[in-house]
């Protein structure tokens, strides 16, 4: 592609409901598109301000509980500059996650409490202005069942039908179209099954046994993520370990997310993964690039 000059730069935005969540989903492919002259985008919904400390070393400690709107922000810096993208919030507080029988209702003026409509305006004025040929966001579930994160699949599912609408939220700037729309697959049976078997061989301890049992006890009634994208990202696997780490809160490191080596997740699952929901360009399935039908557009 040579130097692109902003206008035909090919543009991504990866919209996330946490500082966190951008580096535990598309981390690697983010970090390999911004390394091949993508612009990259990620959009924060919320500041993670209700979000656990996650460390066992930094449990306990009052400094940090005190002052972790803050420091969320600092990790969110630094994680960033590790993938080289860049990162704007939106500005809506975190609703925490809920936890109990009943579940108690959520704090007031939380981002899961927003109406869809009003929330989405936001987003579509980051749509306008960022000019993203390609969004990422979560499905219906959030990826797992936090209100955030279904606010954030619904203001982005609103937004992408929204932002070419001239007549939708005309304060929010000049309408763009937006030509792909994803959802993250985090986690698939597959690629656990993958990852599981590849330990096993190794002669390594396979942390996801547990997960798989777990998984198959609370078999619900959400549909298994189509897989219609694998972007191949396997040299990337370490800037996102290194991304994740940087949100030092909220990573334990000793934890099961890092226990399987990189070597063995380059060899058994060389991919991150992504549903196509949404596309106004022509593409044949399965894809490995984000940006297929798209990049011909771009360039013409
Ligand atoms: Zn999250």
């Known amino acids: 592609m040579g130097g692109v000059s902003r206008e035909d730069a090919l543009r991504l935005m990866a919209v996330h409901a946490h500082p966190?969540?951008?580096?535990?989903?598309?981390?690697?492919?983010?970090?390999?598109?911004?390394?091949?002259?993508?612009?990259?985008?990620v959009v924060t919904c919320t500041g993670g301000e209700r979000g656990s400390i996650?460390?066992?070393?930094?449990?306990?400690?009052?400094?940090?509980?005190?002052?972790?709107?803050?420091?969320?922000?600092?990790?969110?810096?630094?994680?960033?500059?590790?993938?080289?993208?860049?990162?704007?919030?939106?500005?809506?507080?975190?609703?925490?996650?809920?936890?109990g029988d009943p579940l108690p209702?959520?704090?007031?003026?939380?981002?899961?409490?927003?109406?869809?409509e009003v929330a989405a305006e936001r987003l579509v004025a980051?749509?306008?202005?960022f000019r993203p040929?390609?969004?990422?966001?979560?499905?219906?579930?959030?990826?797992?069942?936090?209100?955030d994160h279904i606010m954030c699949h619904q203001i982005s599912m609103a937004a992408f039908a929204?932002?070419?609408?001239?007549?939708?939220?005309?304060?929010?700037?000049?309408?763009?179209?937006?030509?792909k729309l994803y959802y993250d697959v985090g986690w698939s049976r597959e690629r656990m099954m993958a990852l599981h078997a590849a330990m096993t061989k190794c002669g390594l301890e396979s942390p996801y046994e547990e997960v798989m049992q777990r998984w198959s006890e609370s078999e619900d009634k959400r549909r298994e993520p189509k897989i219609t994208t694998?972007?191949?990202?396997?040299?990337?696997?370490?800037?996102?370990?290194?991304?994740?780490?940087?949100?030092?809160?909220q990573v334990d490191p000793d934890g099961w997310f890092f226990k399987v080596p990189l070597a063995v997740q380059r060899d058994a699952w060389p991919t991150e993964d992504f549903e196509l929901v949404q596309s106004l360009v022509e593409t044949t399935l399965p894809e490995d690039d984000l940006f297929a039908g798209v990049r011909e557009k771009v360039s013409t």
């Open 20 to 41: 966190d969540d951008e580096s535990s989903k598309g981390a690697a492919t983010m970090a390999r598109y911004v390394d091949e002259g993508v612009d990259v985008l």
């Open 54 to 99: 996650l460390n066992p070393a930094l449990q306990g400690r009052e400094d940090i509980e005190a002052n972790i709107a803050e420091i969320r922000e600092a990790e969110m810096r630094h994680a960033r500059e590790i993938l080289g993208v860049r990162q704007e919030w939106l500005g809506f507080v975190d609703s925490g996650l809920p936890e």
């Open 105 to 116: 209702p959520l704090p007031e003026g939380c981002f899961g409490l927003q109406p869809v």
């Open 126 to 129: 980051r749509i306008r202005a």
């Open 133 to 147: 040929h390609v969004i990422t966001t979560y499905d219906e579930n959030g990826g797992y069942p936090h209100p």
């Open 162 to 179: 929204a932002a070419a609408d001239s007549d939708a939220y005309p304060d929010a700037g000049d309408p763009w179209q937006p030509l």
């Open 230 to 249: 694998q972007v191949p990202c396997a040299d990337w696997f370490e800037r996102r370990d290194a991304a994740l780490m940087a949100h030092a809160t």
